[in-house]
């Protein structure tokens, strides 16, 4: 059984390589293992990542919601979730 749902793993595969090089998994099942194994978190929107940035300490001084986003440990799901990988 996943941990992670399809849309969320498939997202990960396709987009990995903006953080990871060489790729760190090349099926869903890998991809479920390795997403598992570094604790990663599935926001359900924009407003939730910027939240868990916060909550981490993260200082966000000076980032917009956009470059967060568009951060390398930001996956966009493509539902409006977002998958976040801190390596």
């Known amino acids: ?3 992670f749902d399809r ?7 396709e987009n990995q390589g903006q953080l990871f ?5 090349e099926t869903l ?3 479920d293992d390795f997403l598992t ?9 924009a407003e939730e990542v910027i ?3 916060e909550e ?5 001084e000076g980032l917009t919601g956009k470059e967060l986003l568009d951060a390398d ?7 409006g979730r977002y998958l976040i990988v801190e390596s």
Do not use: I, R, T
Request: glycine share 4%; net charge negative.
């Open 1 to 3: 059984m996943l941990n």
């Open 7 to 13: 849309a969320v793993l498939e997202a990960f595969l």
């Open 21 to 25: 090089s060489p790729n760190v998994a």
């Open 29 to 31: 099942e890998e991809a």
């Open 37 to 45: 194994e570094v604790m990663a978190v599935v926001a359900d929107s």
């Open 51 to 53: 939240a868990y940035f």
């Open 56 to 60: 981490e300490g993260v200082d966000l």
């Open 73 to 79: 440990e930001v996956f966009a799901v493509g539902d």
